[in-house]
């Protein structure tokens, strides 16, 4: 990823952290919400790389299931819980944020604000999932949380309920042999590495993503229910049709994670409509919108299959999309084909 760039500070120079970079970009109240993530973000990677030490399978293990359902009917894991407590929390103690829409949660959770803190200094909606990839805790394989900042514009739902273009900062954080927050401010992509003074600094700037990768990552598993012209992408990918390039498979299951190594190596993560989900089983504001801002702003591309996935529109929060991302030629391919599929039906 580069070379470490460095700020001068007297005569040495030092790493410049999540909170210096947008301090420096964006406003001050900015700055204070990417300060919220990355000390949430801090303690969730903590709570992780120590969660082999608990009794795994006894009652004071981290890892397993909290025996609570949330609202999307799935069993929440105790570091789901905890992930999102905190980050609520954290986000709470900032002034300029109004509300959290959370996966894990419903509705949205409004703050109230004391005295002394005017409602319209509350300007931001923090939106996001607090830890994706759950199924892989138990197992100790990469998790990740995602984020997407909105500006509130009255009704906390409506704003978030904006199309996805609308998204003033966005990014994850993947909990992995190092923790790494990748975000953008609608200017480029950073990525600020955990170091061992227990901060996020800069450690790659400007990111691009290839124009064209040598992986596709999918659940092929669903295969056979997924609509044909994305089976035909997939065999075109394998039989080396575009470009020449015979593709490789890789799929981790934790879509930051999957996520990440499309956006540093090339190629496309695709979650298509299947007969069990035909809107698809990913979730639009906080999982495809954040990832397609970064992968955009990395000049790679993300679509539902005929849409760009900015410009979808959600009719309600927790709604689900089908998501395809990643370097621009294979979305491209991938969404011209669908397109002409959809020509052919009429
Ligand atoms: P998980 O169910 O483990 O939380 O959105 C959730 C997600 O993981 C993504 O992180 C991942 O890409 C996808 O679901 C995996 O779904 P499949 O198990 O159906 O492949």
Redesign the pocket.
């Given at each position: 990823m580069g070379k470490q760039p460095t700020m001068t500070e007297g005569a040495g120079t030092r790493a410049v952290t999540v909170e210096e970079y947008v301090a420096a970009r964006a406003s001050a109240g900015l700055a204070e919400v990417f300060g919220a993530i990355a000390a949430a973000a801090r303690q969730i990677e903590r709570k992780i790389r120590l969660a082999g030490l608990g009794d795994i399978y006894g009652a004071g293990s981290i890892y397993g299931a909290a025996g609570v359902v949330n609202v999307q009917g799935?069993q929440q894991q105790k570091l789901d819980v905890f992930a999102n407590d905190l980050l609520t929390e954290l986000l709470r103690g900032v002034a300029s944020v109004a509300a959290v829409v959370s996966e894990e949660d419903e509705g949205p959770v409004v703050f109230e604000r004391g005295s002394g803190v005017r409602d319209s200094d509350a300007e931001f909606v923090v939106v996001f999932?607090p830890l994706?990839?759950?199924?892989?805790i138990d197992v100790n394989v990469n998790v990740g949380t995602i984020f997407s900042v909105v500006r509130r514009v009255g009704d906390v739902v409506a704003s978030v309920l904006r199309a996805g273009t609308e998204q003033v900062a966005a990014g994850y954080v993947l909990y992995g042999p190092s923790a790494v927050m990748v975000m953008t401010l609608g200017e480029g992509v950073a990525a600020f590495t955990l170091d061992e003074e227990d901060r996020f600094v800069l450690t790659a700037e400007g990111m691009t993503m290839p124009e064209q990768g040598p992986y596709y990552s999918a659940?092929q598993?669903?295969a056979a229910s997924w609509p044909e012209v994305y089976r035909e992408f997939v065999r075109g990918l394998v039989a080396g049709e575009l470009g020449g390039q015979e593709y490789g498979a890789r799929?981790i299951?934790?879509?930051?994670a999957?996520f990440h190594r499309t956006l540093l190596k090339g190629g496309v993560f695709l979650?298509p409509p299947t007969k069990k989900a035909p809107r698809g089983?990913?979730?639009l504001l906080y999982?495809a919108y954040p990832l397609a801002m970064v992968a955009e702003q990395a000049g790679g591309a993300a679509v539902d299959g005929e849409m760009r996935i900015l410009e979808v529109r959600a009719a309600g929060i927790h709604d689900r999309t089908p998501l395809v991302i990643g370097s621009r030629t294979e979305v491209e391919a991938l969404r011209k084909a669908v397109l002409k599929t959809a020509e052919e039906v009429e």
């Open positions: 799935e999932d994706d990839g759950s199924s892989n659940n598993a669903n799929y299951g934790s879509l930051v999957d979650y089983k990913l979730r999982e």
